[in-house]
């Protein structure tokens, strides 16, 4: 992949967030950290205070157990929608003209959901891995050798 110099490069997961810059050109790129953001997400187990509650015997044939929630994943989905939030207002104050996430596929579909068109006019690419905890030089690798 072509990452263009000055690029703004989003390297997230649920809970980490990286925005690089392409100081570098499209063919020897030379990412530097512009931003690191860590949120805290505490276990599952570790945010529920009740057991999942029981639908009355009447409905779903007989005290069925009701969908528990994940609070860690929505915690995470949270954070994408929070994520896609500071992009728009990078692309809103002209921060970047080429943007590059890279995401979990699963955080990569909640971005979706919330990316603002402005963001989308300057997405220049998506890669769905996980690359939070790879050094620069790594990521820099792994960008170039992707498609």
Known sequence: ??????????????????????????????FRTVTALSHPNPKDSDQKTDLAGQAPSDVGG???????????????DRFAAEMADMLKKRAMNG????LIVVAPPRTLGELRKHYHKEVTDRLS???????????????ERLLAAAE
């Open 1 to 30: 992949m072509r990452v263009p110099h000055n690029a703004l490069i989003a390297v997230a997961d649920g809970r980490k967030l990286l925005f690089l810059r392409n100081d570098g050109d499209a063919v020897i790129p030379v």
């Open 62 to 76: 007989g005290g069925a157990t009701m969908g528990e929630a994940d609070y860690h994943q929505l915690e995470e």
């Open 95 to 98: 921060d970047f003209e080429s």
């Open 125 to 139: 690419a998506e890669l769905g891995k996980d690359l939070t905890n790879h050094p620069l030089p790594e990521i």
